[in-house]
């Protein structure tokens, strides 16, 4: 650098880059005014400051990094605009950024990131415009943001590693973040400094800060346009600071929820969340060991996607109702309620009429019944509830009707403890299998008699204590195989005689096994069971036998049970009663 103005006397612009790397002096340069590439310094270590670059206006973008010397960017005084990227990183001996009091705008994005020394961003009072990410991070002596008052617009902000910083204070005219909002492993104790952030136009993720208290801060903000997501930040004890916020639209990628709040141990309550009405996602609330209730959620109604309350690892367990759900109406998605040890209440699901996917109870050690699901009619999908040993009636149920896909009521190799299953006396159609296993205390299925029509397999297994399959009358139809197996105590079965005279091909599609004598095969319930009917069904045959087995018959014409006839000349197994 030291003859490039002899070289070039007349030279004020540079429309390519320059790399500047074990610089003695940089003097050289001081009548460039504009550089359209990126201007490099780095690797400098007897440099202490910026003097040469005076008259530098704009430049495309800039990267001072590593330069262990540097004590001021002093010689940056006229630079008004980075049309790019600002890079300031590893300068370890930085204090501030006095030099850069012009600068107004940066066109890309802003990296403050490992420079230990720096306590403060003295020198940016004239900074504007953020357009791209401004990534602060692993400033050690940061202790505040306070020279950036002017600053009103960010494309991004990311907050990481920064001991000393315990608000962001600075940023009060940020009204604005178009992107992200991203604030990991950092020191604030709440957001004091954002107080007149309204809108961000995609998500804000706030993981990993232990001495977070609250959103203080963020008392303006009404509108995240991505998703919402708080997790291990071990001081929370509320959400307050976000009453504001009305609205949280989601993002288009299915893996991410709109409103994740999962792992904040001290995190009693959802109270902050008071004003939010609508989610455009689905919602995951786990792992929070403290939380009791959802009081702060009392005002919204509307959930475009899942709602997930509690996770397969580790639900709630401290969780004890759902209050604060009370005006909850509708979910688009799916409904999970899973691994909640002390739930016993989930009453304020009353104005929920429908669930447009699945449903499923699990794992939730001391919920009682689903009192409080008393307006849902309609599942769009599946419906599964097992393993939830103090569940000994589905009461909340009582209005279903339908039901779109699979249902298990129990599962075979799962323990529950229902007594009877009348909550369901309006199901009437399961568009998929029903299951209905694993169960220790019911003794029969009173409460399906209107249930006609089951889309799937119907699998009946390992109820130890039921002795009958009284519920079953009104049964016509199963698109799938039949299986009842190993249920030690069940001996009668007349339920699904009507049924079970009417398929064809019975012995192809239906397992029937491990049962008492009587319900032991389809043969054995028909010949035990259902030989009276049969008698008096049978109609307008040129010859009855006398028998107590099946027989193979060449019938004229034979009506058995709703309308099943086998017609002259065809070979058919039926039980022909005594005349």
Not at 3 to 11: E, G, K, R, V
Not at 404 to 409: A, P
Request: net charge negative; glycine share 8%; hydrophobic share 35%.
């Amino acid at each position: 650098m030291d003859d490039f103005l002899i070289q070039y006397p007349n030279c004020t612009e540079i429309s390519g880059g320059l790399r500047l790397r074990n610089a003695l002096d940089i003097s050289g340069l001081n009548n460039i005014t504009i550089i359209e590439g990126t201007l490099h310094i780095g690797y400098n270590n007897l440099i202490t400051d910026l003097t040469g670059l005076n008259n530098l206006v704009t430049v495309g973008s800039l990267d001072i990094i590593l330069n262990n010397s540097l004590l001021s960017l002093s010689g940056l005084e006229n630079l008004t605009n980075i049309e790019s990227i600002l890079n300031l990183n590893g300068n370890i001996n930085l204090a501030n950024l006095a030099g850069l009091n012009n600068l107004n705008t940066i066109g890309g994005d802003f990296t403050l990131k490992s420079n230990h020394r720096l306590i403060s961003v003295f020198g940016l009072n004239n900074l504007n415009s953020i357009a791209g990410r401004f990534y602060i991070s692993n400033n050690n002596d940061l202790t505040n943001l306070e020279d950036l008052n002017n600053l009103s617009s960010i494309g991004s902000l990311s907050i990481y590693f920064n001991d000393d910083l315990v608000n962001l204070s600075g940023l009060e005219n940020v009204n604005l973040i178009d992107n992200t909002m991203d604030i990991q492993f950092s020191s604030l104790i709440d957001f004091t400094g954002l107080n007149n952030l309204s809108s961000v136009g995609s998500s804000i993720i706030i993981n990993n800060n232990n001495n977070l208290l609250n959103f203080t801060g963020l008392n303006s903000l009404s509108y995240i346009g991505g998703e919402l997501r708080v997790i291990n930040n071990h001081a929370l004890n509320n959400l307050a600071g976000l009453e504001s916020l009305t609205s949280i639209t989601g993002t288009t990628d299915v893996a991410n929820a709109a409103l994740r709040i999962t792992e904040n141990t001290n995190l009693v309550n959802l109270q902050g969340l008071n004003n939010l009405f609508y989610v455009g996602g689905y919602i995951e609330i786990d792992e929070n060991s403290s939380l009791l209730n959802f009081e702060g959620l009392n005002n919204l109604n509307e959930i475009d996607g899942n709602l997930q309350i509690g996770s397969y690892t580790n639900g709630n367990p401290s969780l004890q109702s759902l209050t604060g759900l009370e005006n909850l109406n509708s979910i688009r998605g799916n409904f999970y309620i899973t691994d909640n040890d002390a739930l016993t209440d989930i009453s304020a699901l009353n104005n929920i009429d429908s669930i447009q996917n699945n449903f499923s109870v699990k794992y939730n050690n001391s919920l009682p019944n689903l009192t409080g699901l008393n307006n849902l009619i309609y599942i769009g999908n599946s419906m599964i509830i097992y393993e939830n040993p103090s569940l000994t009636s589905l009461t909340g149920l009582n209005n279903i009707t339908s039901i779109g896909g699979y249902v298990s009521i129990g599962y075979p190799y799962k323990f529950d403890n229902l007594t009877d299953l009348s909550a369901l006396s309006n199901l009437t159609t399961i568009g998929g299998p029903l299951v209905i296993g694993g169960q220790n205390l019911l003794n029969d299925l009173s409460g399906l008699e209107n249930l006609n029509s089951v889309g799937g397999d119907l699998t009946i297994k390992r109820c130890f204590a039921l002795t009958s399959l009284l519920g079953l009358e009104g049964l016509s139809s199963v698109n799938g195989t039949i299986e009842i197996t190993v249920n030690p105590l069940l001996n009668e079965c007349n339920s699904i005689c009507p049924f079970l005279l009417n398929l064809p091909k019975l012995d192809r599609n239906t397992t029937i096994e491990n049962n008492l004598t009587g319900c032991n095969s389809w043969e054995e319930i028909i010949i035990n069971n259902c030989a009276e009917s049969i008698c008096e069904d049978i109609i307008e045959s040129n010859a009855i036998i006398s028998s107590t087995e099946f027989v193979e018959y060449n019938a004229t014409r034979i009506h058995l049970l709703n309308g099943f006839y086998v017609e002259a000349g065809a070979t058919f197994e039926a039980y022909i009663c005594e005349e």
